[in-house]
């Protein structure tokens, strides 16, 4: 099935460009079918996942997106830094060396981090934090070097105990600034920050300073489900405005590829196919600005 917008508005085919479907959206394609779906529609970017690429092989990834004309706009996920074990620590910081070399072998500069939880039996979110800056510290000269940016995600509340200790971008800048911007930057991802009545001048300070690496969308809807992690909106059903996020991600500067990632059991029972089709309508008509 095409996906055809460049028949329409100068506006919708700008904005199909830097469209990026994230493999969560589909997963129920392998990836040789999300390479053809992606070609056939038209789409050009895509986010990939670490543990189908392992499963497929690195380097057969690599050529197969390559040879779909597809680029890689992120890589997911690395981090999850925040252990107090030694080994657990020296392990962790291991992947994320594994991690900055597979971003390398696909081709793309990002690498979305997820921070880590708390420790079992630990409430001290402080000190969590200053053990993901630590792990920054390590690890951003190697992926430097490499010419991959570490991008720190912030994720809703709701999973600071177990998944991430960093829940506003506020706090993300206040890791990433740390650092050079070329170096360390933020994911601004409009499920996990929508809540947040400070986000626009966050947006703002993360696009002055350059520090904007990734803008990925879902939506928001209730009730979630049971463990909350499957329970992302398609785009246009929930309670995000995401044409003023759009809005002002541009406002700040950031021109790069828009990430559609959803977790939704409900998407990954049909057919990728009509997936696609049906998130590329719901992009273009959700985040195309007010005229």
């Excluded at 080994?87 to 070399?101: F, G, S, T, V, Y």
């Excluded at 991600?249 to 977790?263: H, K, L, N, R, S």
Aim: with cysteine.
């Amino acid at each position: 099935m095409n996906v055809d917008f460049h028949g329409g508005t100068a506006g919708r085919a700008e904005l199909f460009a830097r469209f990026s479907l994230n493999q969560q959206t589909v997963k129920q394609w392998s990836l040789p079918e999300l390479a053809d779906g992606c070609a056939r529609a038209g789409v050009r970017g895509v986010g990939l996942w670490r543990a189908p690429v392992q499963a497929y092989g690195v380097a057969a990834a690599a050529r197969l997106v390559r040879d779909a004309g597809l680029a890689v706009t992120s890589l997911c996920r690395g981090g999850f830094f925040t252990a107090s074990d030694p080994k657990e620590r020296a392990d962790a910081l291991a992947d994320n060396r594994a991690a900055i070399d597979e971003a390398v072998a696909l081709g793309t500069d990002t690498l979305v981090l997820v921070s880590g939880g708390l420790p079992s039996g630990s409430r001290d979110l402080h000190a969590a934090r200053e053990r993901v800056a630590s792990a920054l510290e390590e690890l951003s000269p190697y992926a430097a070097e490499a010419g991959v940016r570490l991008a720190i995600e912030p994720l809703h509340p709701m999973y600071a105990a177990d998944r991430c200790v960093v829940s506003t971008l506020a706090q993300a800048l206040d890791l990433a600034e740390r650092f050079p911007a070329e170096r360390v930057g933020v994911v601004v991802d409009t499920y996990h920050l929508w809540w947040d009545d400070t986000i626009g001048s966050q947006v703002e300070r993360a696009g002055a300073a350059g520090r904007i690496a990734a803008f990925q969308l879902a939506d928001w809807v209730t009730p979630l489900p049971a463990g909350v992690l499957l329970g992302r909106g398609q785009l246009g059903d929930g309670a995000v405005d995401l044409r003023w996020f759009h809005e002002q991600v541009d406002a700040a500067g950031y021109q790069g590829p828009i990430e559609v990632e959803i977790f939704n059991p409900s998407l990954w029972e049909r057919p990728g196919a009509d997936v696609l089709a049906e998130v590329v309508e719901r992009f273009t008509t959700h985040l195309m600005h007010a005229r």
